[in-house]
């Protein structure tokens, strides 16, 4: 028997021993209800800004902002998240279990965190974020 054989039944012997691990199952299963729990209680903020009319008028008020600034708004969905970049600029609108918050950020580097309310005006926050009010 070669040593690669030998190394190769040994960490085929070491994954199945982790495999049948109580600990490691119980874990594994802890975490996976975690989730599944916590996407359960962002289900409804999700499915609001998904397909609420927050995001429509919120892109549409980034589209007329940027179109004056000569500024290409970039929408992009990540998970449940609404990523918008712009101009070296991001924002993020993340569903949380107790509603939606919105993140700002400059290149890389967070700026701002604040919850926002779906059935406000979608147009103070696309002026915020695209002017640069409050920073």
Same mark, same amino acid.
């Given at each position: 028997?070669?040593? #690669? ?7 085929k012997a070491?994954?199945? !021993?982790d495999?049948?691990? %109580? ?9 996976r ?6 996407a359960?209680? &962002?289900? %409804? =903020?999700a499915?609001?800004?998904r397909?609420g009319?927050?995001k429509? *008028? #919120?892109?549409?008020?980034?589209r007329?902002i940027g =179109?004056?600034? !000569? &500024?290409? +708004?970039r929408? +992009?969905w990540v998970d449940?998240t609404l ?7 991001k924002?993020?609108l993340r569903?949380m279990p107790?509603g939606v918050?919105a +993140?700002f950020f400059? *290149?890389d580097t967070e700026?701002?965190?604040? %919850?926002?309310d779906?059935?406000?005006d979608?147009v103070?926050?696309?002026e915020r974020? #695209? ?5």
């Open positions: 028997m070669s040593f #690669l054989d030998n190394l190769e039944n040994n960490l070491l994954e199945s !021993r495999e049948r691990d %109580p600990e490691t199952l119980a874990r594994e299963a802890a975490a209800e975690a989730a599944r729990s916590l359960l209680q &962002i289900a %409804p =903020h499915e609001a800004l397909n009319p927050f429509d *008028g #919120l892109l549409t008020a980034c007329n =179109h004056r600034g !000569r &500024i290409l +708004v929408p +992009v449940s990523r918008l970049e712009a101009a070296g600029k924002l993020e569903p107790d918050l +993140v400059d *290149g700026r701002e965190r604040t %919850p926002i779906l059935s406000s979608p103070k926050l696309a974020w #695209l002017e640069g009010e409050g920073t």
